[in-house]
């Protein structure tokens, strides 16, 4: 199962890398995401892994919020480009 986890840390390094090259902010946006995704999909894996449900809660709260924070985020860069 430790070869598991150490190919979800490889796929997470791909969009750090693409967030650190790129200069326009909507890329940016999208590794960001996608980093928020890998991370607690990992966090899941583990909670099962270790078959501790509290770890699973915390990797459910952090899939639903924090695409949802970086949705509103884009939205407000949105309305700033339109003034």
């Known amino acids: ?41 990992m966090i899941l894996v583990i909670s099962v892994l270790r078959d501790d449900w509290m770890i699973g809660v915390v990797g459910v709260i952090i899939l639903s919020v924090g695409n949802a924070s970086l949705m509103l985020l884009a939205q407000i860069l949105k309305r700033m480009r339109s003034i």
């Open 1 to 41: 199962m430790n070869w598991i986890l150490m190919t979800m840390i490889f796929a997470l390094l791909i969009p750090i890398y693409e967030a650190c090259q790129d200069k326009d902010i909507w890329q940016k946006m999208l590794a960001f995401a996608s980093i928020a995704t890998k991370t607690s999909v």
